[in-house]
Structures are given as C-alpha cells and as structure tokens.
C-alpha cells in the first residue's frame, strides 16, 4: 500500500476528530500494522516532538514504536469491555484512544528504580451505602430500598420515590416557618432529586443539599456541600440562590451550572453550561457574572478570597462525574487520589511531598480497584496497598 505524507496526516486528523468513516478506521489501522509504511511512525513522533521536545530523540522513537506495537497487539478488543484509558497530552495517543481500545492504556516509563508492593488482598469495590434523605424531624430514610411512591409527608410537601429520584410536590408557598430537609450522599454514590419548586440537582459522591419542603419570599435558597448539578427551574420573579457555606452565593434565574466545593479542595469552582448566573463572595459583594462556557475559580487561603474567572473552562472534565467516568486532565496524582477516595472506602498516606508533574486521561467510575491500581503502576507511581491503606512512595 502506498500513501502520501499528506493522506496520512489528514487520516490521523480525522481519527483523532472522531470524524473519520468506518473505513478509514480500518484504513488506519492496516496502515498501522503495515510495516513498509513508515510515514505513519514519522508522524506520531512529529506529534511528540511538538508536544514534549524534552525527551530525547531515541526516547521519541521508543515511544512511537512501542504506541504502534500496543495497538497491534490489542486491536481490535471484543465488544463490551469496560473502558479504562491513561493518556498523555499529545495527538498520537488521542488518535490510539478514539479507535476504543477497550482495556487498553498506555504510559511510556523508564525502569523502576523503587518497588511497588500490593499486598493480596479482597477486591475492593465503589462504596455501595445508600443516599440518605433527613426530614426536618431528624427522621431519616436510607433510599436504596425505597418501591414507587410516597416516602413522608411534612407541613404540606408530599415527598415521593420516583424511578430512583425523590420527587418533591408541594404548595408554591409555605404559610408557616419555613422547615428544611437535607439529602446526602455517601462515598461512591451518586443521586437525583427533583426540588419544591421543579429544580432538579444530581450530587456527586460525599455531597448534600438542604432545601426548604416549600419555597416563599423573594427567593428560593439552598445550601450545598460538594459538588452538585442544577437544572434550575425558570421563575423570573423569585431568584434562585445557592449557599456554599459562608464563603460564596450563586445568584440564578434559570440555567444549568456545576458547582464543586468539597472542603479539602483548594478552590471552589462554579461552572455554566446554559443562562446566566453571578457569583458573589464574603469579601466581594459585587461578584462576577458567568456566561455559558466560563468558570469562576474562587480561592480561599488564610482568610483572603481571590476570584477568578475562566473563560474557556473544561467542560467536558467539569461534566465527567455526572457521566460516570473521572477525567483527569491536567490533574496532579493527590487531586486523582482525592476524587478516588469519595468513590472507594480507602485512605491515602504519602511518604513525602508527591511532585507536581500532571496527567491526562480517565477512567470509568465503576471498575475495581485493582484495575486502577495497575494503571497507577504504569505510570510509575511506587506504592504500597493493604485492602484498606495506600501507601504512595
């Protein structure tokens, strides 16, 4: 087969597009197992020399070698496996990723020169404890278990279970003191409620909401912790509010915006995806106003507030968790561990102070520990793990 530089650079282009037709995938990868097309490797290693031109030439060459005997060797994968990628940040490996190598990953390391240990040990699976729903009263309901209808009734507010949601039906005014309920999830749990007022929120693991039974007065307040998703209901003449402790308030009318604000995270991150929302602070009452695609980054360090804003955030990392996969692009490995352990029932010792070096990639939010463990061996990271305990080097 004969191709010139030029097909085979707008091939790759399409692949790594996710534009390219069946047949050109196919096209790729004959190319790909072809071994008297050398433009294919000269390619993947201009790719790297423009993304990474640290590494040495015989380093680059390594790499683009071992990529095109990875994918010989597992392509194509049988329909149905799990996906579980770790990738870099260069176009070679985007265009390996979109041919949906199942299994596969790959991360270019020099030899170990420390041992990792994993200790045999029981599978450890996401957490499995139920979403919990507080009433007003302190009673509390363990939803897992919950069949189709009412759950509780309180000062006018009928609360259902609806298809795996809770559903909220109420007056659109409450005639007494107002009363809250507060929903929370547990360590790998996820979940949806439908609000008083039709606002629907989806919470990340280790997060909660408290909310009114009823909404009245100028505005419709809730408090959060976490990281929550709103699809607010439009109600022009009764804004929508949420409360982030004493740190920060979002200013809604109606729209859908992420927010993450876990408490060992450094920053708290409000991100829109459609309307218009505004962001106020303790010390900065003024604010910001979003508009779809941007992010506020809001950082509290002792005791002094910086506010900025992002105008290309990344959405599709921001959205991940909603859509059962962590992203981890551009994260360090102690921001990876972090979200790993609102998900899995672990802990997380460092021997010293882990580097800033970031990765790139993700990994679907349901596979076993052991499979995550062994990504984390590939990309070098020496450590040591009891079933309980991970012990980074």
């Not at 069946?22 to 790719?47: A, H, I, R």
Request: hydrophobic share 40%; charged share 20%; glycine share 8%.
């Amino acid at each position: 087969m004969s191709n010139t530089t030029n097909h085979i650079q707008t091939l790759l282009d399409k692949c790594a597009k996710n534009t390219a037709t069946e047949s050109e995938w196919q096209e790729l990868q004959s190319l790909l197992d072809d071994p008297g097309e050398p433009g294919v490797t000269t390619l993947l290693k201009e790719y790297w020399n423009e993304r990474s031109p640290v590494f040495s030439e015989a380093e680059t060459e390594g790499l683009a070698n071992a990529v095109m005997t990875e994918i010989r060797h597992r392509f194509p994968q049988p329909a149905g496996k799990r996906v579980l990628l770790m990738k870099f940040w260069w176009a070679a490996a985007s265009v390996i990723l979109l041919l949906g190598l199942g299994t596969w990953y790959f991360v270019y390391q020099q030899e170990l020169t420390s041992k990792t240990t994993v200790a045999s040990v029981p599978e450890l699976l996401p957490a499995n404890d139920g979403p919990v729903l507080t009433l007003a009263n302190g009673k509390q309901f363990v939803l897992d278990s919950m069949s189709n209808g009412m759950i509780a009734r309180e000062q006018g507010a009928v609360i259902n279970w609806v298809d795996g949601k809770v559903v909220y039906e109420s007056a659109s005014t409450s005639k007494g003191e107002l009363i809250y309920n507060t929903m929370s999830t547990p360590k790998g749990r996820q979940f949806q409620i439908v609000l008083p007022d039709g606002t629907v929120a989806w919470l990340n693991a280790e997060s909660s909401i408290e909310f009114p039974t009823a909404f009245s007065g100028r505005y419709r307040d809730v408090s959060i912790t976490g990281e929550v998703f709103f699809e607010v209901a439009k109600k022009s003449t009764t804004p929508f509010r949420v409360n982030i402790g004493k740190q920060a308030q979002i200013q809604v009318l109606g729209t859908s915006f992420n927010v993450n604000a876990y408490a060992n995270e450094s920053q708290i991150l409000t991100t829109l995806l459609s309307g218009s929302i505004k962001l106020v602070t303790a010390t900065n009452k003024t604010g910001v106003v979003l508009t779809p695609g941007e992010q506020a980054q809001l950082t509290v360090a002792q005791g002094i507030s910086t506010l900025k804003l992002e105008k290309n955030a990344d959405i599709e990392r921001v959205m991940a968790w909603k859509k059962g996969v962590f992203n981890f692009e551009g994260l360090r490995l102690q921001e990876i561990l972090r979200q790993m352990e609102r998900w899995y029932e672990f802990k997380v010792v460092y021997k010293k102070s882990p580097s800033d070096m970031v990765y790139r990639g993700g990994i679907d939010r349901n596979v076993k520990f052991s499979e995550i463990l062994e990504v984390f061996k590939e990309m070098g990271v020496s450590f040591e793990w009891d079933g309980k305990t991970l012990v980074v080097n």
